[in-house]
């Protein structure tokens, strides 16, 4: 299973940025897995941002990015999304997906005035 990232960038506090991950391989039903986005800060531990079942009925979010992140999923592209609203300077991070036991190489989400 191949997951790549996209949608990083550079944007101003209080700005939004739609993450993509899209995935990939032989054999392998995306509807089947629940996925997660996960980020990494510099000089911090990797952490959970937010998690989608495998139908996209159920989501869960770190207390952090509550009320300003969206993570949906389009099982019929094989593509989950987050939607980052109101960003602010310590959502500055490396953003990674994960499913099915792979991980995206992930994409830098920089957050500065």
């Known amino acids: 299973v191949q997951l790549v990232e996209s949608g990083g960038g550079l944007v101003q506090p209080g700005g939004s940025l739609r993450l993509s991950c899209a995935a990939s391989?032989?054999?392998?039903?995306?509807?089947?897995?629940?996925m997660r986005w996960y980020r990494q800060a510099p000089g911090k531990e990797r952490e959970l941002v937010a998690s989608i079942s495998s139908a996209g009925r159920s989501t869960n979010y770190a207390d952090s990015v509550k009320g300003r992140f969206t993570i949906s999923r389009d099982n019929a592209k094989n593509t989950v999304y987050l939607q980052m609203n109101s960003l602010k300077l310590e959502d500055t991070a490396v953003y990674y997906c994960?499913?099915?036991?792979?991980w995206g190489p992930g994409t830098q989400v920089t957050v500065s005035s």
């Open positions: 994960s499913g099915a036991s792979s």
């Open positions: 391989g032989f054999i392998f039903n995306f509807s089947m897995y629940g």
